[in-house]
């Protein structure tokens, strides 16, 4: 291992941990307590080294030198984070966020190992490191992730964001955090729930949806945007996650014909247009990279089912929504998808 002052060399192929498997062989055997193991492996990056010390010990004591890594070792939390740098935040770089959802996976597990370790991380949530981490958090500390609940949210820690509204107040109505790679000191681009919706987190998203406090017309007053439309618009064409999209539209608090301040469209209206766009002039599928054609099919439905409007205005006033359907099913009457939208939509005319 190595210490502050030089570099201790060990031949560990003559060590032995007290207790292991397997047993050296030969009068210059080496045994060493697995205090003293644990100790040397304080010392030690996460890798292959230490990954192979564990194998060597064994499970049983492979466990305990786990447990005594993780306690109080604040750099393992900061490499965690360290692997996030560069990944453009997902309210700015939506796509580049998704391609790199499993680093961010890592990250909540290697996070949530290190919590389960040090029970007592709550009290590292204070409001000194809260106003702290609150507008530009490009730091690559371990309290970051306890104290900013938009990068709870992007790692995916439930726990966390949880006790920052229930106990430190934190404001999900409010525009006050940025993520984790968004360096803005001004704008602050984190409304919770947006982030909970591309995020896929279903257990954060209903969790944030279940707060008494949740109100869609503070959300709204935070911006110039008319947000409850923006974040329908956004979830159909950027949540990866059928469920999410799902759970939101279905909760009361939401309005599935909300109009948009900028065009007067509607999330149904922009839904078929998003659909049309999929076949661009013709009859052949566009790729989608990240939603498919059958889970935007998915998502009219529901928007259907949970109360919009086929009467409303499409994205050509000129027509409704029903209207607009119907003639993209002419141009393309093969169409299963097209069909399928104008079924529905005639059903809940006629229901």
């Known amino acids: ?55 060597a010990v064994g499970s049983a004591d492979a466990a305990r030198i786990r447990t005594e890594y993780l306690r109080d070792n604040e750099q393992y939390v900061a490499a965690s984070l360290a692997k996030l740098k560069g990944i453009p935040d997902l309210t700015t770089g939506w796509d580049s966020f998704c391609d790199n959802l499993h680093v961010f996976d890592k990250c909540r597990d290697n996070v949530t190992a290190w919590m389960q370790v040090n029970t007592g991380w709550r009290a590292r949530c204070t409001d000194e490191h809260m106003e702290r981490y609150r507008g530009a958090p490009l730091r690559v500390e371990a309290n970051l992730v306890f104290n900013n609940p938009a990068v709870a949210i992007e790692i995916g820690l439930l726990d966390v964001l949880r006790y920052l509204v229930e106990e430190k107040g934190v404001d999900v109505n409010r525009w006050l955090w940025n993520g984790y790679n968004s360096d803005d000191e001004e704008q602050r681009n984190a409304s919770l729930i947006r982030l909970a919706l591309v995020r896929g987190d279903i257990d954060i998203l209903k969790y944030l949806l279940s707060v008494d406090e949740l109100d869609f017309a ?10 409850e439309f923006q974040m ?9 996650k059928d469920e999410c999209y799902k759970v939101f539209i279905r909760h009361p608090k939401v309005n599935v014909n909300d109009v948009a301040r900028n065009d007067g469209s509607n999330p149904l209206s922009h839904g078929l247009r998003q659909l049309s766009w999929l076949y661009g002039d013709g009859d052949e599928e566009d790729s989608d990279e990240y939603v498919s054609t059958a889970s935007h099919v998915r998502r009219i439905v529901w928007l259907l089912e949970a109360g919009a409007n086929p009467r409303a205005n499409a994205v050509d006033r000129s027509l409704t929504c029903i209207q607009y359907a119907k003639t993209q099913l002419d141009a393309r009457p093969e169409n299963p998808h097209w069909r399928l939208v104008v079924a529905k939509m005639d059903e809940v005319i006629n229901a």
């Open 232 to 240: 329908i618009v956004f979830a159909f064409s950027q949540a990866v």
């Open 1 to 55: 291992s190595q210490a502050s002052q030089g570099v201790i060399l060990i031949p560990w192929s003559r060590v032995v941990a007290v207790g292991s498997p397997a047993r050296a062989s030969g009068d210059d055997a080496i045994d060493i307590d697995i205090d003293l193991i644990c100790n040397i492996a304080s010392y030690m990056n996460p890798g292959d080294d230490l990954a192979g010390l564990c194998v």
């Open 218 to 227: 503070r959300i709204n007053a935070e911006t110039t945007e008319n947000v």
